[in-house]
Antibody, heavy 122, light 108 residues
Framework: EVQMLESGGGLVQPGGSLRLSCAASGFTFSTYAMSWVRQTPGKGLEWVSSISASGSATDYADSVKGRFTVSRDNSRNTVYLQMSGLRAEDTAVYYC???????????????WGQGTLVTVSS | EIVLTQSPGTLSLSPGERATFSCRASQRLSSSYLAWYQQRPGQAPRLLIYGASSRATGIPDRFSGSGSGTDFTLTITRMEPEDFAVYYCQQYGSSPRTFGQGTKVEIK
C-alpha cells in the first residue's frame, strides 16, 4: 500500500525556519518524482514544489522561490521541504504527494499524505 | 499561469442524483493534462481522474471525466453518501500546476 507520512509542522515565528519531512513507503521511491502542495482556507490548494526522481531537478512556485528548498534522500525514502523566511501567508496544511512518473513535468500527484500543519505567527 | 474556474461553487443534491461539475481553463490545455480530485472533510485529496477522462486505480465507474481544450466536466452518475465532498480540478500541462477553487457537494 502506497503511504506518505509528513512530519515537522508546527508553530513558527515570522522570519523563522522549519523543515518538513515526508516518509514514503509501498512503492519504489527512487523512480518517482515527488511534490509538495499546501492548502489554506482562503486560497485553496496551491502547488509549492516538485523534485525529480533522482533529485537532480527541482521546481518551485514563485511565492516560495528563494525561500523554500526541496530535497530527497532516496536511501531513506524521504523527501524534505526546508522552509525559511516564513511569512504569515505560508500558514497552511502541507501535503506531500507522489507523482505518477519520474520527471515532474506533465505529472500529477496520484497519492497524497495526510498533511502537516504549519502556522506562522508571533 | 493557467487559471482554472470551477462551477458551481456549491451543489445541493440528494443521494441517487446525478452530479455534474465544470472546470474552465484560461488557456487551452495541451493533451488534456487535467486531473480531478475528491477531498472529504479532514482528509487529503484523492485522485479520481487524470488525462481528463481516465479513472485512477480503484475509482468506481460512476465517476467519469470528459472535455478538452478549455472546458472539462466531471460527472457522478448516482451520488452515494460517501461522495458528498469537495471536488477540485488541476492542470498539470504547464508550470505552475494550478488548481480550481473547488466545488462543494452537500446533501439536500
Amino acid at each position: 500500500e502506497v503511504q506518505m507520512l509528513e512530519s515537522g509542522g508546527g508553530l513558527v515565528q515570522p522570519g523563522g525556519s522549519l523543515r518538513l519531512s515526508c516518509a514514503a513507503s509501498g512503492f519504489t521511491f527512487s523512480t518517482y518524482a515527488m511534490s509538495w502542495v499546501r492548502q489554506t482556507p482562503g486560497k485553496g490548494l496551491e502547488w509549492v514544489s516538485s523534485i525529480s526522481a533522482s533529485g537532480s531537478a527541482t521546481d518551485y512556485a514563485d511565492s516560495v522561490k528563494g525561500r523554500f528548498t526541496v530535497s530527497r534522500d532516496n536511501s531513506r525514502n524521504t523527501v524534505y521541504l526546508q522552509m525559511s523566511g516564513l511569512r504569515a501567508e505560508d500558514t497552511a496544511v502541507y501535503y506531500c504527494a507522489k507523482d505518477n512518473k519520474g520527471g515532474y513535468s506533465y505529472a500529477y500527484g496520484d497519492y497524497w499524505g495526510q498533511g502537516t500543519l504549519v502556522t506562522v505567527s508571533s | 499561469e493557467i487559471v482554472l474556474t470551477q462551477s458551481p461553487g456549491t451543489l445541493s443534491l440528494s443521494p441517487g442524483e446525478r452530479a455534474t461539475f465544470s472546470c474552465r481553463a484560461s488557456q487551452r490545455l495541451s493533451s488534456s493534462y487535467l486531473a480531478w480530485y475528491q477531498q472529504r472533510p479532514g482528509q487529503a485529496p484523492r485522485l479520481l481522474i487524470y488525462g481528463a477522462s481516465s479513472r485512477a486505480t480503484g475509482i468506481p465507474d460512476r465517476f467519469s471525466g470528459s472535455g478538452s481544450g478549455t472546458d472539462f466536466t466531471l460527472t457522478i452518475t448516482r451520488m452515494e453518501p460517501e461522495d458528498f465532498a469537495v471536488y477540485y480540478c488541476q492542470q498539470y500541462g504547464s508550470s505552475p500546476r494550478t488548481f480550481g477553487q473547488g466545488t462543494k457537494v452537500e446533501i439536500k
